[in-house]
């Protein structure tokens, strides 16, 4: 009986041990599910300061709490920017470094993020701000406090530069296509002229040398008409910074119709898709009140006066002397097939009234299209 006790002590024992064992063994670690930092910005009014662009101090400062995972986790934390319209569908985000909990910008910075946000420089716009917390694919993040901060941007305009045969390949003397809220899209209008090939041109970064320069993407030979839908647009056509690129180039010249006579080009370069467009353009002013008169129809140049572009802000203007009594229209590219009026500033659509003039003299006429708006002062 004794030795029976014995052994069923001793098997208890060891079940007890084993039982012990896989307990120690079987220990799981397990989330809480997350419970996110707490985010605060440094200012929540920033009136940005142009004076301070070259500033390298923080305009503002964004600091938040580690999120606490119940465990020591490996959290990635991802800092979202956005509008709050966007509901956070495009946000500006920058991923964090490990144990980094806090990130600054610079007056330059912050202000190049919120214009390519589409925020308008001068107005006073409102920004949400957040942090995203992630340990895994497989474990939905969690989300800090939202911050709300007041900003107003500042417009600061940037050029690229079109070197070309059009002005003797000097880069010294290159026209700008300007982006008035450097977002990285440039436009502007260029004239090329005639002659063998002045329609070819490169994208310059500088107006001192060709380094970093834009060329043509293709291995199509450089001046060749097989660029775009027909014989005067280039559409989305790729460039590239790569070394040896060869020349971009124009299309449209005096001889692709010598009665109309456009050598103007509206060009678009987009440096985020590294894509540019040419499209031929030129807006004129014709009418009774101008010096020569109302045109017969299309194709007849020497009716219309006509206008200057302004890069830097995105309007077109000429100096005319007008006559009471008449009217004026604008017209596009020397032709009625797109002709704008208007009444009191605002501009109408195709085919609209007259714009009568009143006093005769000599103005300053501009076409606002961005914003759709003429004046005559």
């Not at 400062?61 to 920017?81: D, E, K, R, W």
């Not at 001068?122 to 939905?140: D, E, L, N, P, Y």
């Not at 043509?216 to 040896?244: K, P």
Request: glycine fraction near 10%; aromatic fraction near 8%.
């Amino acid at each position: 009986m004794k030795t029976i006790q014995t052994k069923i002590l001793a098997f208890g024992s060891i079940a007890l041990l084993l039982v012990a064992a896989c307990k120690k063994n079987d220990a799981i670690v397990t989330s809480n599910g997350g419970k996110p930092g707490a985010l605060a910005a440094s200012v929540t009014t920033l009136p940005l300061d142009k004076t301070k662009l070259t500033d390298p101090s923080a305009a503002i400062t964004f600091t938040f709490s580690a999120p606490n995972y119940g465990f020591a986790a490996a959290v990635s934390n991802t800092l979202q920017i956005d509008a709050p319209g966007d509901n956070w569908a495009k946000p500006s985000s920058i991923t964090l470094g490990t144990n980094v909990l806090s990130q600054s910008y610079s007056t330059a910075a912050f202000n190049t993020m919120l214009l390519q946000m589409g925020l308008v420089g001068g107005t006073t716009s409102q920004i949400q701000v957040r942090v995203v917390h992630s340990i895994s694919s497989a474990v939905a993040p969690v989300y800090s406090n939202v911050v709300s901060v007041s900003v107003t941007p500042f417009n600061l305009a940037s050029s690229i530069y079109v070197v070309g045969g059009y002005q003797g390949w000097n880069p010294g003397a290159a026209d700008s296509l300007v982006s008035p809220t450097s977002n990285n899209i440039y436009t502007g209008v260029i004239f090329f002229t005639a002659g063998n090939g002045n329609n070819n041109f490169k994208l310059l970064v500088n107006k001192q040398n060709y380094n970093n320069s834009y060329g043509w993407a293709s291995t199509l030979a450089s001046g060749t008409d097989a660029l775009g839908s027909d014989n005067l647009t280039v559409t989305n056509e790729s460039i590239t910074q790569a070394g040896g690129s060869g020349n971009l180039f124009s299309l449209t010249a005096p001889s692709d119709d010598p009665a109309v006579n456009i050598t103007a080009n509206y060009v678009t370069v987009n440096t985020n898709t590294n894509t540019i467009s040419l499209v031929p353009m030129q807006w004129s002013v014709v009418g009774d009140a101008s010096p020569g008169g109302w045109p017969a129809g299309s194709g007849n140049p020497q009716s219309d006066t006509d206008m200057k572009f302004d890069a830097a802000n995105q309007v077109w203007y000429v100096n005319v002397h007008l006559t009471a009594g008449g009217n004026i229209k604008f017209r596009l590219n020397h032709d009625w097939g797109y002709n704008l009026g208007g009444t009191n500033g605002t501009l109408s659509t195709n085919n609209g009234p007259n714009i009568p003039i009143a006093t005769t003299g000599t103005y300053k006429v501009t076409l606002d299209l961005v914003h759709n708006t003429y004046s005559i002062q």
